[in-house]
């Protein structure tokens, strides 16, 4: 058994972004994402891990593969591997959800996309 508080845990910067809540010793990687105001999270994809997200506060674009999704608390939404997903808060209020990436990995398997709303979307395998 392991046991852990959100409080004992640090932003990745400072006020918000990603915190893990895991410690690399179960199959999944957990943890809470706060993204501010007019925040956004670069457009990445996962080589070999699903993420899913279950929203606890506020409101938050996302694109998911070019279409959007409005995420409200009490919303869950799953990316399959591969499928390439882009934050943009434009509320006046943080938003703060739980993320899951399973399976866990010993490496970071994120690609970068250079795309943002209002671009043409094209698939990459």
Not at 105 to 123: A, T
Request: hydrophobic share 30%; with cysteine; aromatic share 12%.
């Amino acid at each position: 058994m392991r046991l852990t508080n959100e409080n004992k845990h640090e932003y990745r910067f400072g006020t918000h972004g990603p915190k893990y809540l895991t410690d690399g010793t179960s199959n999944i990687d957990m943890g809470i994402v706060v993204i501010t105001p007019n925040e956004e999270h670069p457009c990445h994809k996962h080589t070999q891990q699903e993420e899913s997200f279950l929203a606890l506060e506020g409101e938050c674009d996302v694109w998911v593969d070019g279409k959007l999704v409005v995420l409200k608390a009490g919303d869950y939404l799953v990316c399959a591997e591969g499928e390439a997903h882009f934050f943009n808060n434009t509320s006046s209020q943080p938003f703060k959800a739980v993320f899951i990436k399973a399976p866990r990995l010993d490496f970071k398997d994120s690609v970068y996309i250079d795309w943002r709303p209002g671009q043409e979307f094209k698939k990459e395998n």
